[in-house]
């Protein structure tokens, strides 16, 4: 009789170990699940919602979250009455799971142009199906019972080690590449008309891609604030960094043609950009205002201070209505060209005096020209001087 107690105590022990053993890696998936698609994928998840409901749908990452892990939760639930697993793997049946993961936030580029073809749309299946007749078919040829003794210390070891490993498996496998994220952001945020935001995102970043670029160039035109803004962020691509690669594998949710349709017209057939820029803002309507500061963007971004100071007269820009990198480059070509009938207004000496202190440490002695390039840019790097002088 005594024995039989025994036993019953090992059996509720075991049961009880097992459940809190579940418990447990339900709890940990459950809080990588949240904190994996809200704060490292939301970004995707929001883009693969535009791109399957095309842009009709409002999104909200949170309900969103909500949704994809209770269905994950009942997919391992469905799936682990075939495979039955306990005991020190009871966290493997979280695997379909986790490649349900991967499946949402693994997209890349062609996220907008190619979702049908998506690898993980059929992969994710096949590699769950594998799965569950692998271990259904160890199960019966080694007779493995439904309830296994498991001691709770051993046990909490070898489910959290195993969370832990398909947790890093996940985030290997989904999408870790941060400018594509961060040019996600940034057109979620145009999107929303919120410019100022966008022109935020890796706002203190050296590095920026062609499309990270345009984008930015976009909201602060939108904003109407590219003479305040277009230093700030490094500009590596001269006239070629307003619009966005031809080439669709390296561009998202916009395109050229997003650019195109802000400014009003697409250039003809054959017609270069500077010139299809020059065309619209030379016409009369204050509807292309926009392809103006297009225009004389792309002059500075191509070191042309000629063909900007012809396009401050030819525009009839007075000298105190010059925003701060517009007024830079003027006052290096009135630098240049003394004799230029240009009137800048010098009650605001900010700009004045940084062209002098400018010229004054560019007098130092520098142990070469690339030491020259970087102490210049430690203090000038977010200005149109330093880039008209050493951005190659």
């Keep these: 009789m005594h024995w039989l107690n025994n036993n019953n105590?090992?059996?509720?022990?075991?049961?009880?170990?097992?459940?809190?053993?579940?418990?447990?890696?339900?709890?940990?998936?459950?809080?990588?699940?949240?904190?994996?698609?809200?704060?490292?994928?939301?970004?995707?998840i929001e883009a693969v919602h535009c791109s399957i409901s095309k842009g009709n749908k409002?999104?909200?990452?949170?309900?969103?979250?909500i949704i994809i892990i209770t269905i994950l939760l009942i997919m391992r639930w469905g799936l682990n009455l075939l495979m039955k697993l306990r005991g020190n793997l009871s966290a493997l049946a979280y695997l379909p799971s986790f490649l349900g993961l991967v499946t949402m936030t693994a997209f890349g580029r062609d996220l907008y142009t190619d979702c049908?073809?998506?690898?993980?749309?059929?992969?994710m299946p096949l590699?769950?199906?594998?799965?569950?007749?692998?271990v259904v078919a160890i199960r019966k040829a080694m007779r493995i019972k439904d309830q296994t003794a498991v001691e709770l210390t051993n046990g909490l070891i070898w489910n959290i080690t195993l969370m832990l490993i398909m947790s890093i498996g996940t985030v290997c496998l989904g999408n870790t590449d941060r400018y594509m994220h961060n040019e996600l952001r940034m057109e979620n945020l145009i999107a929303k008309d919120n410019n100022a935001e966008a022109l935020k995102v890796?706002?203190?970043?050296?590095?920026a891609t062609r499309t990270m670029t345009a984008l930015r160039m976009l909201a602060m035109t939108k904003e109407e604030d590219t003479g305040e803004m277009l230093f700030k962020f490094p500009q590596y691509?001269?006239?070629?960094?307003?619009?966005?690669d031809d080439d669709p594998t390296k561009t998202l949710r916009y395109t050229n043609d997003s650019i195109y349709s802000f400014l009003g017209e697409r250039p003809m057939p054959g017609e270069r950009k500077m010139d299809y820029?020059?065309?619209?803002?030379y016409r009369g309507d204050t509807c292309y205002y926009k392809a103006r500061l297009y225009y004389m963007a792309g002059l500075m971004l191509e070191k042309d201070i000629d063909g900007y100071a012809k396009a401050l007269k030819d525009f009839d820009i007075k000298g105190d209505s010059l925003k701060r990198y517009f007024k830079e480059a003027a006052l290096m070509y009135k630098e240049k060209y003394p004799q230029w009938n240009f009137e800048i207004d010098d009650k605001d000496s900010v700009c004045h005096k940084m062209l002098e202190r400018y010229r004054y440490r560019q007098k130092d002695f520098y142990k070469s020209k690339d030491e020259e390039r970087n102490r210049m840019r430690m203090e000038f790097g977010d200005t149109f001087l330093w880039y008209y002088d050493y951005q190659e």
């Design 202 to 207: 890796a706002g203190k970043s050296l590095k």
């Design 9 to 44: 105590n090992y059996r509720r022990n075991d049961k009880t170990a097992a459940r809190f053993i579940n418990i447990v890696c339900g709890v940990l998936f459950i809080v990588f699940s949240t904190v994996y698609l809200i704060y490292f994928q939301n970004d995707l």
């Design 237 to 244: 691509y001269k006239e070629n960094g307003l619009f966005f």
């Design 116 to 123: 049908n073809s998506y690898i993980w749309w059929w992969l």
């Design 127 to 134: 590699l769950t199906v594998a799965f569950v007749i692998v």
């Design 58 to 65: 409002d999104f909200n990452i949170i309900p969103a979250t």
């Design 277 to 281: 820029l020059k065309r619209l803002a």
